[in-house]
């Protein structure tokens, strides 16, 4: 549960919805009004706007919203099933536990709380699979030029699942060349080929973007978010999320920053269990590379500083030598444990093929185990609670007749990243108008640097204010002067005050410095004059 950034995403797919009407933008005004944002500084998941643009259109921005999360978890263990089954061969059950894994880990059920942007791996695995033709030299000009595609496609779909993805595939591959190096002399050709020609493509269709995101207009030199407050808790790996069967009734939420980063909560019996499969195939390649991998990630998770059940321990962490990195720092650290699935996932495949395909005992016992280890993390539902009805100004179409074209409306009480409910309703009427302020994030810090949000101009400071104390200030003429500058700095059409708390004293505020407003449908209007 995590309402405010679920209505960002819904904003952001609806936005992204626009780009079958013909707005290719990458810097809108429809949120912070008249900056605007950038919308790859942000998780905007503009991929999953375009494609989910029918649904949206006919059934709402929620609608889109529900189908993508459940639609991002299948996916992926689909995508991960079908590689390990297909792409490597493996045993239908094998390559079934091991997509499940992927798809439905509690990471990925935590992660689901409106991090759409994380959960949207399906397009990993087919990455993975071109990778893989690759090394068997399976028509490398046109597996590059596939792999090219997938990559622009995931960056437009989830960026920092793209940096974790190349990061872990790039490790990945220098420790299996180092215990395969027959591998390498057949397969050195045809991979370099198609790695060129994939890059080569992406580079053409990403330069643009790649100059709008980090020196465009309101692009942001940092990451907003503090490492040392989002690093994992090394204790943490052996608990059970509270998004889990097994953890329902414990203390595993009290590991985690919040319930969306809850990336870490593996237990003990799948770490047992992924140990004894590492120990059962070591002589394997990819089982080894898989554990020299999975270690690093895991130690990257850690952060800066090692914490172990709440307590800082002093002992410096992996990740402290990659922090304040450009780029780097705007991945969080505990996410660097998402990586860990599709290791994990990797070794038990391959252990459960090669023990269903041996005789004896192994046969039922490495599948017993195997399910013992992950019948604990069965997902739980996720909680769900009522939201506020949005006003019927907005999702009947009663805006129409105060906002003019490429206009502002100013809704009451302005979104802000605390309560950023009014998106909502320019959600709404599918982002057809900008708002002012908003939940974003923008170079409004220090020098420039991130922020999360911006900060107020003098009226909405002062709307603030009422909304929060329910006191009608004293309003001068210098107030009302300062209250029309501020409608025109936001190039305002019409403000409208919604449903709130203290709507009364709102009401009379408004009154004081734009003169009697006008009841239309359920909202309250006052009309800006051009």
């Known amino acids: 549960m995590n309402p405010a950034d679920q209505t960002l995403i819904e904003w952001f797919l609806a936005q992204g919805s626009r780009f079958w009407l013909g707005d290719l933008t990458l810097v809108t005004d429809r949120m912070n009004s008249p900056d605007g944002i950038n919308l790859l500084t942000n998780a905007t998941n503009l991929l999953a706007g375009a494609v989910l ?51 439905f880990a509690p990471a990925m059920m935590s992660q689901s709380n409106s991090h759409t942007h994380i959960t949207m791996q399906w397009l990993l695995p087919p990455i993975v699979y071109c990778l893989l033709r690759l090394t068997r030299a399976q028509t490398p000009i046109r597996t590059g030029l596939a792999l090219g595609a997938l990559i622009t496609a995931q960056f437009f779909g989830g960026q920092e699942v793209l940096f974790f993805a190349a990061m872990t595939l790039g490790l990945f591959t220098v420790g299996y060349a180092l215990f395969d190096r027959d591998l390498v002399r057949r397969a050195a050709r045809p991979v370099l080929l198609g790695l060129g020609v994939a890059a080569g493509l992406a580079v053409t269709l990403l330069a643009y973007p790649l100059w709008v995101e980090f020196k465009g207009p309101q692009s942001v030199p940092n ?43 593996l237990g003990i019996p799948l770490l047992i269990m992924a140990a004894a499969c590492v120990g ?46 450009p780029v780097i720092d705007g991945a969080l650290p505990s996410r660097f444990a998402l990586t860990l699935l599709p290791l994990i996932a990797t070794v038990l495949a391959l252990a459960l093929d090669a023990a269903l395909r041996a005789g004896g005992v192994v046969r039922y016992a490495l599948p017993a185990a195997t399910a013992v280890a ?70 409004y810090g220090g020098e420039g640097k991130a922020s999360i949000g911006v900060y107020p101009q003098p009226t909405a400071a002062l709307l603030g204010e009422v909304r929060r104390t329910g006191v009608v200030p004293q309003v001068t003429a ?33 009154d004081l410095l734009y003169g009697p407003g006008e009841r239309v449908a359920d909202v309250w209007v006052w009309r800006v004059k051009p």
Request: with cysteine; proline share 9%; hydrophobic share 45%.
């Open 374 to 443: 992950l019948l604990p993390l069965l997902p739980l539902p996720l909680d769900t609670v009522h939201r506020p009805v949005v006003p019927t100004f907005f999702s009947a179409g009663h805006w129409k007749t105060c906002v003019r074209t490429g206009g502002v409306l100013v809704p009451v009480p302005l979104p802000t990243p605390t309560d950023p409910e009014p998106l909502r309703w320019a959600t709404a009427a599918d982002v057809a108008f900008g708002v002012p302020e908003g939940f974003f994030i923008g170079p």
């Open 53 to 103: 643009a029918p649904v949206t259109f006919l059934f709402g921005a929620p609608t889109s919203f529900a189908a993508l999360v459940a639609g991002n978890l299948a996916g992926t263990a689909l995508g991960w099933y079908l590689l390990f089954a297909r792409g490597f061969g493996l045993h239908r059950a094998a390559s079934a536990a091991a997509g499940a894994l992927c798809g």
């Open 280 to 325: 059962y195939l070591w002589r394997h390649p990819a089982v080894r590379a898989s554990a020299i991998v999975g270690v690093l990630m895991a130690w990257l998770s850690l952060g800066p500083t090692v914490i172990v059940s709440g307590e800082q321990t002093g002992f410096p962490a992996l990740y402290g030598l990659l922090h304040g990195l």
């Open 223 to 265: 990451g907003p978010f503090s490492p040392e407050y989002f690093s994992a808790d090394l204790a943490s790996y052996a608990k059970f999320s509270p998004l889990s069967w097994a953890g329902r009734n414990g203390d595993g939420g009290n590991y985690a920053p919040n319930a969306t980063e809850m990336n870490t909560f």
């Open 478 to 510: 210098e107030g009302r002067r300062l209250a029309q500058a501020d409608v025109g700095h936001w190039n305002a059409s019409c403000i409208t005050l919604g449903p709130t708390v203290h709507r009364d004293e709102l009401k009379a505020t408004l």
